[in-house]
């Protein structure tokens, strides 16, 4: 907010929201500029304010934003998003300090961070600050040998996790005649399972994890095709796809606590990433660890399907059905 104050010791104040700084809009501050007498035109109207000469206004001795206490400051950034926090750290030492405060940062982390960190890092960050453990939580962190991966998402603060094919149980995976393992740079762990043909499809997994309680959901990663570049442009090659036609694939989820889900649909699109819904669980417990199970099949041994890429399994938060193609 500016205040002006007139040749008549009159004060004016003028409300100016500070999206430039990273605020939300109903937030705004109080900068004070006083206004030399002297050079004052004498006129009684609003527009004469707004075509003041440079010279006429100079600073006041009155506190401004840098003498907040950083304890004051903290308590309002721990409102904020982590983006606006980190372009409000810039505006003044106060702020740059009470950026870094533990109290802003474990409101962002999730509520049983300190079991996750057992899990994921083990002692590793144990004497880091709750902002260096939250920007390392916002990446991908590999655990489990490198087959599982896990991260917070920035904008909800959920915990997100994915499994590559690495970490599951395929049946006939070491038979090169039915399975190979082929790199891909569309993958989040640069290589996929690719099925060049089988009778029987069984793909399973299963991960005991402390997920902070809610709603998750489910999905295989899966492509029907091969993709690779040529000349620079992706091209899939899906002349060996076939029998996912005849019937459906059958998906299962189930846990320890004794949620069970079953969904089946058939395998149609060709050359492109797909996120098939297995099902959903819920954690009513933050603070207990919950063993999840998953499986893929198709055992119709009828007939033979081939042709399919098997990157990973994803554990979302269930909101997230909408951004898929984030993941």
């Given at each position: 907010?500016?205040?002006?104050?007139?040749?008549?010791?009159?004060?004016?104040?003028?409300?100016i929201?500070l999206?430039?700084?990273?605020?939300?809009s109903?937030?705004?501050?109080?900068?004070?500029?006083?206004?030399?007498?002297?050079?004052?035109?004498?006129?009684?109207?609003?527009?004469?304010?707004?075509?003041?000469?440079?010279?006429?206004?100079?600073?006041s001795?009155?506190p401004?934003?840098?003498?907040?206490?950083?304890?004051?400051?903290?308590?309002?950034?721990?409102?904020?998003?982590?983006?606006?926090?980190?372009r409000l750290?810039?505006?003044?030492?106060?702020?740059?300090?009470?950026?870094?405060?533990?109290?802003?940062?474990?409101?962002?982390?999730?509520?049983?961070?300190?079991?996750?960190?057992?899990r994921?890092?083990?002692?590793?960050?144990?004497?880091?600050?709750?902002?260096?453990?939250?920007?390392?939580f916002?990446k991908?962190?590999?655990?489990?040998?490198?087959?599982?991966?896990?991260?917070?998402?920035?904008?909800?603060g959920n915990?997100?996790?994915?499994?590559?094919?690495?970490?599951?149980?395929?049946n006939?995976?070491?038979d090169?005649?039915?399975?190979?393992r082929i790199?891909?740079?569309?993958?989040?762990?640069?290589?996929?399972?690719?099925?060049?043909q089988?009778?029987?499809?069984?793909?399973?997994g299963?991960?005991?994890?402390?997920?902070p309680a809610?709603?998750?959901?489910?999905?295989?990663?899966?492509?029907?095709?091969?993709?690779?570049?040529?000349f620079?442009?992706?091209?899939?090659?899906?002349?060996h796809?076939?029998?996912?036609d005849k019937?459906?694939?059958?998906?299962?989820v189930?846990?320890?606590?004794g949620?069970?889900a079953?969904?089946?649909?058939?395998?149609?699109e060709?050359?492109?990433?797909i996120?098939?819904?297995?099902?959903d669980?819920v954690?009513?417990?933050?603070?207990k660890?919950?063993k999840?199970?998953?499986?893929?099949?198709q055992?119709?041994?009828?007939?033979?399907?081939?042709?399919?890429?098997?990157d990973?399994?994803?554990i979302?938060?269930?909101?997230?059905?909408?951004?898929?193609q984030?993941?």
């Amino acid at each position: 907010m500016y205040s002006v104050r007139t040749h008549r010791s009159h004060t004016i104040c003028i409300p100016i929201p500070l999206h430039t700084i990273g605020f939300p809009s109903l937030l705004c501050t109080r900068i004070r500029m006083q206004i030399r007498p002297n050079l004052i035109p004498p006129s009684n109207h609003m527009g004469s304010l707004f075509s003041l000469p440079a010279a006429a206004i100079a600073p006041s001795q009155e506190p401004g934003l840098g003498d907040l206490p950083e304890s004051c400051v903290a308590l309002v950034l721990g409102h904020l998003e982590p983006l606006q926090i980190c372009r409000l750290a810039t505006l003044n030492r106060a702020f740059r300090g009470a950026s870094s405060a533990d109290i802003v940062w474990e409101s962002k982390l999730p509520v049983n961070y300190e079991d996750l960190l057992a899990r994921v890092f083990e002692r590793e960050n144990a004497s880091f600050c709750k902002r260096d453990i939250y920007a390392r939580f916002c990446k991908a962190n590999s655990f489990d040998g490198g087959s599982k991966k896990v991260w917070v998402d920035k904008r909800s603060g959920n915990i997100c996790m994915s499994v590559s094919s690495n970490g599951l149980t395929i049946n006939g995976i070491d038979d090169r005649r039915y399975w190979s393992r082929i790199p891909s740079v569309e993958s989040r762990f640069s290589s996929v399972a690719y099925l060049q043909q089988t009778w029987w499809l069984e793909v399973d997994g299963e991960i005991e994890f402390p997920f902070p309680a809610g709603s998750y959901s489910i999905f295989f990663r899966l492509q029907l095709g091969r993709a690779h570049q040529r000349f620079g442009r992706r091209v899939c090659n899906t002349e060996h796809v076939h029998g996912w036609d005849k019937k459906p694939v059958r998906f299962q989820v189930s846990t320890s606590d004794g949620q069970q889900a079953t969904k089946q649909c058939y395998l149609k699109e060709q050359g492109r990433w797909i996120h098939y819904h297995a099902g959903d669980f819920v954690v009513s417990s933050s603070f207990k660890s919950i063993k999840v199970k998953f499986s893929m099949t198709q055992i119709d041994c009828t007939h033979t399907k081939g042709g399919l890429c098997v990157d990973s399994v994803q554990i979302l938060p269930a909101k997230f059905k909408g951004r898929l193609q984030h993941f």
